[in-house]
């Protein structure tokens, strides 16, 4: 388990496979990510064995916030491709209950996230993709301290446009001198 201040991460179970397939169904959420096509139970099944094989460093973790009862499933977020040779690796993100969403949670895991990459995972450039027009994330991306570093012009499509993807990333001593102020 990895504790934040008001969330956690976890490994995924099958369990929480049902809650997956409901928000990737929601297009509010399927906007961000690359995901076109609705989503069945089958498929997330498939998902969830090959995610079992891959090295655990790469698999997604469940997360979860603090209530008054309890921890509550509210997404998930997690490395992958990760280069061990040049310590780099990618990272994705999704809070599934838009519901709470722009109340800090998302900056919440992507700090925790990054803390996790640098100082348990070792890695030394942590990087991401965006879609040019997903402003919220790339507002939590800018608090955090990630530096926009390309583009990739109209390598995207959705809602009837070509869309750019924004590729930003964070080095170790970019998360050390942040630490130290
Ligand atoms: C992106 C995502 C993780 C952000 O989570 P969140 O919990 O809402 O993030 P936070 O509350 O920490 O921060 C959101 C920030 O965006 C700001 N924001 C919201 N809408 C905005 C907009 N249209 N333009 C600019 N900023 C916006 C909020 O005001 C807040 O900034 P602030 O703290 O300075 O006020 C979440 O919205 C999500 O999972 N989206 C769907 C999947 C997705 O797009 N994943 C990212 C793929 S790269």
């Not at 994705?92 to 969403?101: K, P, R, Y």
Request: glycine share 8%; aromatic share 12%; charged share 30%.
């Amino acid at each position: 388990m990895i504790y934040g201040d008001r969330i956690r991460l976890r490994h995924v179970e099958r369990d929480d496979l049902p809650q997956f397939v409901e928000w990737l169904n929601d297009p509010r959420v399927t906007r961000g990510l690359s995901i076109h096509i609705p989503l069945s139970m089958d498929e997330e099944e498939s998902w969830y064995e090959q995610m079992l094989k891959s090295p655990n460093e790469e698999r997604p973790l469940c997360i979860e916030a603090k209530q008054e009862d309890g921890w509550r499933l509210i997404g998930n977020s997690g490395f992958f491709s990760i280069d061990w040779r040049c310590r780099s690796g990618e990272f994705g993100i999704f809070i599934g209950d838009t519901a709470i969403w722009d109340q800090g949670y998302g900056t919440e895991v992507v700090r925790l996230i990054l803390q996790h990459g640098f100082c348990t995972l070792n890695l030394h450039r942590i990087f991401l993709r965006v879609f040019a027009d997903n402003l919220r994330a790339i507002r939590v991306y800018e608090k955090v301290g990630f530096i926009h570093e390309g583009r990739q012009r109209q390598a995207e499509y959705h809602d009837g446009q070509f869309c750019d993807v924004i590729f930003m990333s964070m080095l170790r001593p970019e998360w050390d001198e942040q630490e130290e102020e």
